[in-house]
T-cell receptor, first 113, second 110 residues
Framework: DAGITQSPRHKVTETGTPVTLRCHQTENHRYMYWYRQDPGHGLRLIHYSYGVKDTDKGEVSDGYSVSRSKTEDFLLTLESATSSQTSVYFC????????????FGEGSWLTVV | SQQGEEDPQALSIQEGENATMNCSYKTSINNLQWYRQNSGRGLVHLILIRSNEREKHSGRLRVTLDTSKKSSSLLITASRAADTASYFCATDSSASKIIFGSGTRLSIRP
C-alpha cells in the first residue's frame, strides 16, 4: 500500500464550524489531490497540488481551501462546514501527475449536523 | 460535470461469467485508467491505457479504448466473488486534473 495517511478518519461536526482534514504521505510524490465521494456523483476533484505552495482548484472547490507547506502534507479546510459537505473525502497522490497511477488513502468520513 | 460516465450503473452476474463495463467521456484525453473500490475502502489502480493504444491486458482484465467514439470498456473474465466492487474510469486531459466517473457497482453471485 502507498504510504498515505488521512486524519481524522471519522468526524462529526456542527454546521458553521471550521474543519481541517490532513493528508500525510511518505512517498515523496509531487502531486496530491483531494476528492469527495457522494452517492450518484462518483469522485469529484476538490483541489490539487503540484508542489509545495502550488495548488489549483478542481470541479467542486467552493467552500474549501487547501494548503501545502511541505511535500508530505496536504491540508483540506472547510472554512464553515455545511450539511452539503457531509461526504467521504479521499486524499490521493501521484508521482508525475498526468498519465501516472494515483494512489488513494483510506478516506475520511465527515458528517456535518 | 463528470468527464467519464460508466455504464451500467450496476451489474450482477454469476460467478464464472464475464463482466463488461463501459466508460464514455466528453473531451480529448491523454490517458484513461480503471480503478476498483471495495466497500468502505479507497480506490486501487487496475490498468492504464494511453490515447494511442487500442487494447491492453492485465491478467483477467482487458481494456479497450476507442478515441473516435470517446469510449472505453473493461472486461473481467471468469469472474470471482472477490471481484465484487465498484469500478471507476478516470481520464486526464490537461493540468493534472484526473477526473473520475460515477462508477459501476459489480456484484458476483456465487
Amino acid at each position: 500500500d502507498a504510504g498515505i495517511t488521512q486524519s481524522p478518519r471519522h468526524k462529526v461536526t456542527e454546521t458553521g464550524t471550521p474543519v481541517t482534514l490532513r493528508c500525510h504521505q511518505t512517498e515523496n510524490h509531487r502531486y496530491m489531490y483531494w476528492y469527495r465521494q457522494d452517492p450518484g456523483h462518483g469522485l469529484r476533484l476538490i483541489h490539487y497540488s503540484y508542489g509545495v505552495k502550488d495548488t489549483d482548484k478542481g470541479e467542486v472547490s467552493d467552500g474549501y481551501s487547501v494548503s501545502r507547506s511541505k511535500t508530505e502534507d496536504f491540508l483540506l479546510t472547510l472554512e464553515s462546514a455545511t450539511s452539503s459537505q457531509t461526504s467521504v473525502y479521499f486524499c490521493a497522490i501521484s508521482d508525475t501527475g498526468l498519465g501516472n497511477t494515483i494512489y488513494f488513502g483510506e478516506g475520511s468520513w465527515l458528517t456535518v449536523v | 460535470s463528470q468527464q467519464g460516465e460508466e455504464d451500467p450503473q450496476a451489474l450482477s452476474i454469476q460467478e464464472g461469467e464475464n463482466a463488461t463495463m463501459n466508460c464514455s467521456y466528453k473531451t480529448s484525453i491523454n490517458n484513461l485508467q480503471w480503478y476498483r473500490q471495495n466497500s468502505g475502502r479507497g480506490l486501487v489502480h487496475l490498468i492504464l491505457i494511453r490515447s494511442n493504444e487500442r487494447e491492453k491486458h492485465s491478467g483477467r482484465l482487458r481494456v479497450t479504448l476507442d478515441t473516435s467514439k470517446k469510449s472505453s470498456s473493461l472486461l473481467i473474465t471468469a469472474s470471482r466473488a472477490a471481484d465484487t466492487a465498484s469500478y471507476f474510469c478516470a481520464t486526464d486531459s490537461s493540468a493534472s486534473k484526473i477526473i473520475f466517473g460515477s462508477g459501476t457497482r459489480l456484484s458476483i453471485r456465487p
